[in-house]
């Protein structure tokens, strides 16, 4: 999937000249965490966010760094912190550098740069002027949607059975002596693991083929050094209560 295929398309923008205040009463009364900042020309100059509302001289929330440290930082960064916290416009407390996407920019690197620049939202611009806007939220309904598609009809229990194998065999944590049995979309899963995590890999895989109701786990943990084995909690569980 693509930007275009998830992005929010009526994108709420304010200007540089914007006050502070009706910046934050635009985003309380639209219910939106962030805001793009555009020129005259519709260009995309920002982004003003929840995030550069909490230092601010009116909550008391400004920055309080001692002596040592301002030595350190110089007065350009106090000029900075001061004019985040009381000044008036947008322009003054904006990210004026933007991370920005295309419309056919693909989720997996709108997720990996939303991670590696640490936001929650990513302006789509065609040249330069913006055209949507995808944030967590539509990466989020994007999941929901998938799991409403319709069922594959080839999912009996042969196929999931084969799908099942073919997932955890490309994976180096793939259980020792695996062994998957399908009936009626219950899949009951065995074999020998040496590392927790990968139960949970296995069962994540498993519950994620597609005809899947119901995921069993008798996978056997072992210790490599020691010998040692232990049930897998769900076997415990019955054992206890036979």
């Known amino acids: 999937m693509r930007a275009h ?16 205040v009706e910046a934050a009463n635009i985003m309380l009364k639209r219910h939106v965490s962030g805001l793009t900042v555009v020129d005259d020309t519709g260009k995309l100059v920002g982004v003003v966010s929840e995030g550069d509302f909490i230092r601010r001289s009116e909550i008391g929330t400004g920055r309080k760094r001692g002596r040592w440290l301002r030595f350190i930082l110089g007065p ?20 004026a550098s933007v991370v920005t996407i295309t ?58 059975r084969s799908r099942i194998i073919d997932t955890m065999e490309k994976n ?13 979309g219950i899949v009951h899963l065995s074999g020998v693991i040496t590392e927790e995590r ?16 119901k995921v069993h786990d ?15 909690p769900e076997d415990d569980d019955l054992a206890k209560a036979s």
């Open 5 to 20: 295929q998830i992005m929010t398309r009526s994108v709420i923008s304010v200007t540089p000249d914007t006050s502070i």
């Open 76 to 95: 350009g960064k106090s000029a900075s912190d001061f004019v985040h916290e009381h000044g008036r416009k947008v322009a003054e407390v904006m990210t």
């Open 103 to 160: 419309e056919d920019t693909a989720l997996a690197e709108i997720v990996d740069l939303m991670e590696r620049n640490n936001v929650k939202r990513l302006p789509v611009v065609r040249g330069d002027k913006v055209v949507g806007i995808v944030s967590r939220a539509n990466l989020l309904q994007a999941v929901a949607g998938l799991a409403r598609e319709v069922r594959d009809p080839t999912a009996d229990d042969d196929h999931i």
């Open 172 to 184: 180096d944590w793939c259980p020792f002596g695996l062994n998957v049995i399908v009936r009626d």
């Open 198 to 213: 990968t139960r949970q890999a296995a069962m994540v895989a498993a519950e994620n083929v597609e005809g899947v109701k």
């Open 218 to 232: 008798h996978l056997c943990w072992v210790d490599t050094m020691s010998g040692i084995y232990l049930n897998s």
